[in-house]
């Protein structure tokens, strides 16, 4: 048997014929045949990451379930058997991580079996109690810290227990947070999973159902912390601002950023520093207050509240590698110009500021819309009773409306020939009085073009 023709390709795919008069392959003589070895080595490359991928899993759980053995073994049990501290202190401090236990050793046999698609199945289902111990967390920390203060003997208890050689150094603030950092990690290898787990098999359907559960609970807590943190902001500048004549606590606001920028006068003049906070619905111009003031000299006094409703903003200079911009916020009866040194930081301000308004526009005109969808269409009375003239039937006579009166006999209050057809009518303000004094009110939130001058 004669050994392969020295010219033969070894490209996979190609299948080549010889003629028993022709030893050279020609062009027509190589012909494709389907690339059976393209699809299995895709295969394999998917179950040499799923591998992976599943031990990974496998090796962090078991680490993280012996962390969370530590806190249930050495805090939870023993404290509630001594009775340390009282029994609502105790929950709001370790919430459900005694239920996440319970739930993650269930999780860890499946992962140890490699059923993947099961436990992933099971373990969604639990999935509430790491979003109530993670809304939790924060307060959980807070009275950790209060209790230590408060009471000796429980500090002295929590040394004793991290001293252990079980913990290698770790302490209970480090193992608290565990729960909501393992939950992130689940998001990543559930994903892992189904992405590399054959579309045909049983698996793949339930490890897709548990990628939308985790990827739901991930964006539960994420909303979370972001409103948690929003809310702290709005806090914080509002103690940034003197006294309180405005409030700047509204649901739905959102903090966006702050920083000194010099304001431009509109018919000239120097430029002035003023400190801005902008807000996803509106910006607000302070200045500083006096250094020598006894209570407010590291606060700010609120000068205009400029609403971004009712504006466009315009970037005049800085599209240029030069220093420094000026932005332009145009109202129908006023103008604000701002601008700073830094390319940059102008930048971001317009950046912020341009995605603001078109976020308000957008939902003004979704709004808009879902009315004039909403809106029944009005049909006038008049057009109502309107007959064609060649019509022969009779006219029936407008409603009357009756009163018995006490002798029996029946009061018309609307005369038949009476028009009863809609009207305009033109409301006019009563004339005000001398006496009466000047009294100012802050202008509707849907006024145009307003900024209000505190």
């Not at 319970?102 to 099971?122: C, D, I, P, Q």
């Not at 109530?132 to 307060?139: M, W």
């Not at 559930?190 to 579309?199: G, I, K, M, S, Y």
Request: proline letters at 5%; hydrophobic letters at 35%; a positive charge.
């Amino acid at each position: 048997m004669s050994g392969p023709h020295p010219l033969t390709p070894r490209t996979r795919g190609l299948c080549v014929s010889h003629s028993d008069h022709d030893s050279t392959p020609t062009v027509m003589a190589v012909r494709l045949r389907p690339g059976q070895g393209l699809v299995s080595e895709q295969r394999e490359r998917w179950e040499r990451k799923r591998n992976r991928t599943a031990r990974e899993l496998v090796q962090s759980e078991q680490q993280y379930l012996h962390h969370l053995q530590l806190v249930v073994t050495y805090f939870v049990d023993i404290m509630n058997a001594k009775g340390t501290l009282r029994q609502e202190v105790r929950n709001a401090i370790f919430s459900t991580v005694k239920e996440i236990h319970a739930v993650n050793r269930t999780f860890l046999s499946h992962l140890e079996k490699s059923n993947f698609g099961l436990g992933f199945e099971s373990f969604s289902l639990c999935l509430f109690l790491y979003t109530n111990y993670i809304d939790n967390l924060e307060t959980s920390c807070k009275l950790l810290q209060v209790q230590l203060k408060k009471s000796k003997e429980f500090a002295r208890f929590k040394k004793l227990q991290e001293s252990r050689p079980d913990f290698q150094g770790l302490t209970l603030e480090q193992l608290l947070p565990l729960p909501a950092q393992r939950l992130v990690q689940y998001k990543h290898f559930v994903r892992d999973l189904a992405e590399n787990t054959n579309p045909d098999s049983g698996e793949f359907q339930k490890l897709r159902k548990a990628v939308r559960a985790v990827a739901e609970a991930c964006q539960h807590v994420s909303d979370r912390a972001r409103r948690r943190e929003n809310a702290l902001q709005m806090v914080r500048v509002q103690r940034m601002l003197k006294g309180r004549r405005i409030d700047i606590a509204s649901p739905g606001r959102r903090y966006l950023r702050e920083g000194t920028l010099l304001r431009v006068p509109s018919k000239g003049g120097d430029p002035t520093p003023k400190m801005f906070f902008l807000f996803s619905d509106l910006l607000l111009m302070c200045s500083r207050c006096s250094q020598f003031h006894p209570l407010h000299a590291d606060k700010y006094e609120c000068r205009a509240v400029y609403p971004l409703a009712d504006c466009s903003v315009q970037k005049v200079f800085g599209n240029t590698q030069s220093q420094g911009g000026l932005i332009n916020l145009c109202y129908q009866k006023e103008e604000l110009l701002l601008m700073s040194v830094d390319q940059d930081d102008i930048n971001d301000w317009f950046k912020h500021l341009d995605a603001a308004i078109g976020h308000l526009k957008a939902r003004s005109a979704v709004i808009h819309r879902q009315d004039n969808l909403a809106r029944r269409p009005l049909r006038s009375v008049a057009a109502e009773n309107t007959q064609p003239e060649n019509s022969t039937e009779p006219k029936e006579p407008p409603p009357s409306r009756k009163r018995h009166r006490a002798d029996g006999h029946e009061e018309h209050h609307v005369n038949g020939n009476m028009d009863t057809s809609a009207k305009k009518t033109r409301l006019v303000q009563p004339p005000t009085r001398a006496g009466d004094g000047d009294v100012r009110s802050l202008p509707a939130a849907d006024s145009e073009g307003i900024c209000t001058i505190l």
